[in-house]
């Protein structure tokens, strides 16, 4: 049956769905919000033996794709896609599972356990669903400081970022990412700054190392440090007050700038007395 000759049987989408035919399994693509939820559960079966078969069958790129656009029921077979033999469904199915957020924290352990993944590509989108799904924090955050120091700068970016979506729930990586805005690239050292920033209260430790890095010779270093010493907000304003001391008038306009949007009371008498 055509897909504009009415409804069709769990069966028939399933077909459609990994049609080589890609104008036909788009469109199978779009029929799937029209499936009650016990066809969808017959789709999903039928792909998980497929998945879990060593023999050759449909593309399982496509499966990953049409189990990415249903419900959490979904999730256990989608991480199915982490262990196949082709980098692009392994780096598919990563992808699918970020897109879940929360509700697919039942494959971070699967996700944690192929982080070593041998494809770059699988890596990084395995490192960043990790980031996307954030539960549960503690075994994410644990999984992913190791990564920091890998040789890959691709891959320690990925994983500074995956880090700062955790937010607030960091607090092991608070140092390690200290250490990168440190002493790393300059592209890490500008994603640790904005990733201490995301993770916020749990990084005020880390507001001297902040202002260190206002004195980067890379504007994208300098500005992100200043922005994150802006959403730490009044913490930094003490440190922000001792900075201003300093010489060098780039860093000291920088200073002031960051004062000014912190606008607290604190911040606005430390201005105020500046200007005496």
Do not use: C
Not at 116 to 138: V, Y
Not at 164 to 191: A, C, E, F, R, Y
């Amino acid at each position: 049956m055509g897909l504009g000759m009415g409804p069709l049987s769990a069966g028939e989408l399933s077909r459609d769905l990994v049609s080589e035919d890609a104008s036909l399994r788009q469109a199978a693509l779009n029929r799937l919000f029209e499936m009650d939820n016990d066809s969808k559960k017959k789709i999903i079966k039928k792909f998980d033996a497929f998945l879990e078969s060593q023999e050759s069958g449909p593309n399982p790129l496509y499966m990953v794709e049409a189990l990415g656009r249903m419900g959490p029921e979904a999730i256990p077979v989608l991480a199915k896609g982490l262990s196949k033999p082709d980098y692009k469904v392994r780096a598919a199915a990563a992808d699918e599972l970020g897109n879940k957020g929360a509700q697919a924290s039942e494959a971070v352990p699967r996700l944690i356990s192929q982080l070593n993944d041998s494809s770059f590509l699988a890596r990084t989108k395995i490192i960043r669903a990790l980031g996307k799904i954030g539960l549960p924090p503690e075994q994410i955050e644990t999984a992913l400081i190791p990564v920091l120091e890998d040789r890959d700068e691709g891959i320690r970016a990925e994983a500074v970022d995956a880090l700062g979506m955790l937010g607030p729930s960091v607090q092991k990586g608070v140092k390690p990412l200290q250490k990168h805005l440190k002493k790393d690239t300059w592209n890490i050292q500008w994603k640790a700054a904005k990733a201490l920033g995301d993770i916020g209260s749990p990084a005020r430790r880390a507001i001297p190392t902040l202002i260190d890095a206002l004195y980067s010779d890379k504007e994208i270093v300098r500005n992100q440090a200043r922005i994150s010493l802006v959403r730490l907000g009044p913490a930094a304003v003490p440190a922000l007050k001792k900075a201003l001391k300093t010489k060098h008038r780039r860093v000291k306009d920088d200073v002031i700038k960051s004062l000014e949007e912190i606008n607290s009371s604190e911040s606005r008498n430390v201005l105020k007395k500046m200007n005496k």
